[in-house]
Nanobody, 124 residues
Framework: QVQLVESGGGLVQAGGSLRLSCAAS????????MGWFRQVPGKEREFVAA????????LVGASMKGRFTISRDNGNNALYLQMNSLKPEDTAVYYC?????????????????WGQGTQVTVSS
């Protein structure tokens, strides 16, 4: 069982930055591919970014490219999402997810474990 706990959300003005963190409870964090997703009430969960086990390969959603960066620290069982140039449309609950597989994925249904989410609100 993998437990994931997100932190770092909050209220920020448009154009600002936030760094989300996800702490994983399990020693096998380094064997999991990881991802970030976000969701707005009434809408489907949206892919944000994913990273492979070593951290050497990443995927970023089309509307986030150039603004968001995903990274991981396997020694500390931690996942990060650096968000720059934030826009009001980035407002959502952001979720950390872990996947027992060697390939990154942008499909939320392919992830096995989820955190409780952290709210990000971007004001205009």
């Amino acid at each position: 069982q993998v437990q994931l706990v997100e932190s770092g959300g909050g209220l920020v003005q448009a154009g600002g930055s936030l760094r989300l963190s996800c702490a994983a409870s399990e020693r096998t964090f380094s064997s999991s591919t990881m991802g970030w997703f976000r969701q707005v009430p009434g809408k489907e969960r949206e892919f944000v970014a994913a990273i492979n086990r070593s951290g050497g390969y990443t995927l970023v959603g089309a509307s986030m490219k150039g603004r968001f960066t995903i990274s991981r620290d396997n020694g500390n069982n931690a996942l990060y999402l650096q968000m720059n140039s934030l826009k009001p449309e980035d407002t959502a609950v952001y979720y950390c997810a872990a996947r027992r597989g060697i390939y990154t994925s942008d499909r939320w249904a392919e992830y096995d474990y989820w955190g409780q989410g952290t709210q990000v609100t971007v004001s205009s």
